[in-house]
């Protein structure tokens, strides 16, 4: 509670028109909605997943064993891994630098980055799609310098997808930072100095030991986000290195496997919300260890 | 030292170096995209031979860009009001009742926001396709609703937290009804969280593709489900030209954001 009303505290005649134990009629109406337009239709989904085709795990049981959804689920890893240390080492400087550039050029870069966000997805994706063609920009500049002789496959394959989503996972990095490093004392850096500490001893003995809480929170909460995702993978990479929501997708839509895309589904659902206890536990010890 | 941007040294250029590499990433596509509009070149040739409207002529041509943009507009206007509608009042009963489980309703209301939206959408494709819902814009409105409530709530709350209860109290004091008060006294008082709520609602709807791909039918579909399509099939440049507005219209909402901050101040 950020603010306690005085009148409340007090008790005064208003207090005593409030029921007490009140307020659950006015969440009524959104929990019906949500109960009727979320959690039912999940529940029902993952009932599926254990119904059909006949009661038991057998769904579950093909999910292990199969090679097929192994090397889906693992790629679906390595992808998520890739982008989030990309975007973790290209994050950190850009962060640093919006917490102490003068506020103006700040302003500019913030900016940017907001305005990319709020570009519309499938925007931004059908650039990368054109940008990293055979014959696309980049290719053609990298032959032009001589770097290359044959125009690379950046595309429809895993190189695509993580270029991709690290475009769109960055500012998602970038903020949570931010926050971070704007809690920083400055004075702490000070006192390095004065203690004697080169740039080099004071980033890596206090810097970045501070600004840890934020990198965990953010890298893990770009892991999970990259995990689930559906759009940017299935238009920028292959047929041949699913990741996991593609598969999902497939498995309901194509071919009408209520089952085993209900346990596919679940599984991610259940690894997604296990990442997520784990990262309001790293916050809660950050916050615990700056107060 | 470290946090002090005129005494970093050689280090400052490194950092400055880093950041126009970053904005040059992020500004690539959306520029590209814009070029590549105008350009004549149907094969995506970059700089294009000469510079043409057709792509938007196109664009305007076509009765299915048309409707799938008037259906989008259509679902995130009913979804940004039911939205602002039920999150008000949720809030109202997040931040001030004291309710069993209230924690646990608070909590449940945040689930769709981190659930994977795949999750969400094959679960929603099956039950609306047997109670009637799949390809309807009920279906849409009601699933994206879904997942814009827990966004518009965290707004509404933040704002509700902020605001001095007592205030409203004394204007029932002085002889408002408890509905009057609210009215007149909180909802004005809060109209920055409300409105923050209004714009993350809509371009939470505007934008969502994941449901709206297994809501579509083939007669109703919204923007992004329309620009999907078409992206499955060739990389034509009518994308990019769609793409352009869809850019103008975002700067447009960011433009009235900060004009609206601006004058709350």
Same mark, same amino acid.
């Given at each position: ?291 | 030292? %470290?946090?002090? &941007?005129?005494?970093?040294? /050689? @280090?400052?250029?490194? #950092? +400055? !170096?880093?950041? *126009? ?102 679960? %929603?494709?099956? &039950?609306?396709?047997?109670? /009637? @819902?799949?390809?309807? #814009? +009920? !279906?849409?409105? *009601? ?102 507005? %869809?850019?103008? &219209? ?16």
């Amino acid at each position: 509670m950020t603010s306690v009303s005085i009148v409340e505290r007090g008790g005064g005649p208003p207090q005593r028109r409030r029921r007490s134990g009140g307020g659950f009629s006015y969440v009524l109406p959104a929990l019906v909605l949500l109960s009727l337009v979320f959690v039912l239709p999940v529940l029902l989904l993952l009932l599926r997943s254990v119904t059909e085709p006949t009661l038991g795990l057998q769904n579950y049981a093909e999910l292990v064993e199969s090679a097929t959804y192994g090397r889906v689920f693992l790629n679906t890893f390595l992808v998520s891994a890739v982008v989030t240390a990309i975007t973790v080492v290209i994050g950190y400087p850009i962060a640093w630098l919006l917490v102490i550039l003068p506020r103006r050029w700040a302003d500019l870069l913030f900016g940017i980055i907001i305005l990319s966000m709020w570009t519309n997805l499938l925007a931004r994706t059908y650039a990368w799609m054109v940008l990293l063609q055979r014959t696309g920009v980049i290719n053609k500049t990298l032959i032009g310098l001589g770097i290359i002789d044959e125009p690379l496959t950046l595309v429809n394959n895993l190189v695509g997808v993580t270029i991709g989503m690290t475009y769109i996972m960055l500012p998602f990095i970038i903020l949570p930072l931010v926050t971070t490093m704007r809690g920083i004392e400055p004075d702490l850096l000070r006192a390095a100095a004065l203690c004697g500490a080169g740039r080099l001893d004071a980033f890596r003995r206090v810097l970045l030991p501070l600004s840890l809480p934020g990198i965990a929170a953010g890298g893990l909460m770009t892991f999970v986000m990259s995990l689930g995702y559906f759009v940017t993978p299935s238009l920028l990479g292959g047929t041949s290195n699913m990741m996991a929501a593609e598969l999902i997708a497939q498995l309901i839509q194509s071919l009408l496997n209520w089952g085993m895309g209900g346990a596919a589904a679940f599984a991610l659902l259940v690894l997604t919300l296990a990442l997520y206890a784990l990262q309001l536990r790293l916050f809660r010890r950050a916050q615990a260890g700056r107060a | 030292m %470290l946090l002090d &941007f005129h005494r970093l040294g /050689g @280090l400052k250029w490194v #950092l +400055v !170096g880093i950041g *126009l590499f970053v904005a040059a990433f992020l500004l690539l596509p959306i520029l590209f995209t814009v070029a590549l509009s105008f350009g004549s070149s149907q094969w995506l040739v970059f700089p294009p031979p000469s510079w043409t409207l057709r792509w938007y002529e196109d664009l305007f041509a076509d009765p299915r860009w048309i409707d799938s943009t008037l259906t989008s507009l259509q679902c995130a206007v009913l979804v940004t009001i039911l939205s602002v509608g039920l999150g008000l009042l949720a809030s109202f009963g997040l931040v001030r009742g004291s309710f069993p489980g209230r924690e646990a309703v608070r909590a449940m209301f945040l689930m769709p926001m981190i659930m994977p939206v795949i999750v969400v959408a094959v679960a %929603l494709y099956a &039950f609306f396709l047997r109670i /009637g @819902l799949g390809g309807t #814009l +009920v !279906g849409f409105v *009601l699933a994206h609703t879904v997942i814009a409530l827990p966004l518009a709530i965290t707004s509404i709350c933040n704002a509700l937290e902020r605001f001095d209860k007592a205030i409203e109290d004394a204007a029932i004091l002085c002889g408002a009804n408890p509905w009057e008060a609210k009215l007149r006294i909180t909802i004005p008082a809060i109209r920055e969280g409300l409105f923050g709520a209004a714009v993350f609602a809509f371009l939470t709807s505007w934008d969502e593709v994941v449901i709206a791909i297994f809501m579509a039918s083939p007669t109703l579909q919204t923007l992004p489900v329309h620009i999907w399509g078409t992206l499955r099939q060739d990389l034509t440049p009518v994308v990019a030209a769609a793409s352009t507005l %869809l850019l103008l &219209f975002t700067l447009a909402l960011m433009v009235v954001a900060a004009w609206f901050r601006g004058r709350t101040k």
